[in-house]
């Protein structure tokens, strides 16, 4: 939770698109994914099946849309829209402790079962 705080409070102060910033998360994101590998987290997760279905969706919606801003350039990226909201270092500090979260609950998941 500290790590977590500290990453947040780098890039809340730091600033946007800041080098401290990138470092922050992507220290942040390595050591998740580095847990969560180690873990084998979600390797005895039940499988999602038709309940993925709407994330899909949403996925889709997604790379259509970041797909058709490639072709035209006046329609705003994602990117683009969100950084209004994200503007305030609160605001950074706050989505940065989301993305924290999800990234530990993805590796809370549960790993290959240990024989007993």
Same mark, same amino acid.
């Given at each position: 939770?500290?790590?977590?705080?500290?990453?947040?409070?780098?890039?809340?102060?730091?600033?946007?698109?800041?080098?401290?910033?990138?470092?922050?998360?992507?220290?942040?994101?390595?050591?998740?994914?580095?847990?969560? @590998?180690?873990?084998? =987290?979600?390797?005895?997760?039940?499988?999602?099946?038709? &309940? $993925?279905?709407?994330? +899909? #969706? %949403? /996925? !889709?919606?997604?790379?259509?849309?970041?797909?058709?801003?490639?072709?035209?350039?006046?329609?705003?990226? @994602?990117?683009?829209? =969100?950084?209004?909201?994200?503007?305030?270092?609160?605001? &950074? $500090?706050?989505?940065? +402790? #989301? %993305? /924290? !979260?999800?990234?530990?609950?993805?590796?809370?998941?549960?790993?290959?079962?240990?024989?007993?």
């Amino acid at each position: 939770m500290v790590a977590a705080l500290a990453c947040a409070t780098a890039v809340a102060v730091s600033g946007e698109l800041s080098a401290g910033a990138l470092l922050a998360v992507t220290a942040a994101g390595l050591v998740v994914a580095a847990v969560g @590998l180690v873990r084998r =987290a979600g390797a005895e997760a039940p499988r999602v099946g038709r &309940r $993925g279905l709407p994330w +899909l #969706g %949403w /996925l !889709a919606a997604a790379v259509v849309w970041e797909l058709a801003t490639l072709a035209d350039d006046d329609l705003p990226t @994602l990117s683009d829209l =969100a950084d209004p909201v994200l503007a305030s270092p609160v605001a &950074r $500090g706050a989505a940065t +402790l #989301g %993305w /924290l !979260a999800a990234g530990a609950w993805l590796v809370g998941r549960p790993g290959p079962r240990r024989p007993g």
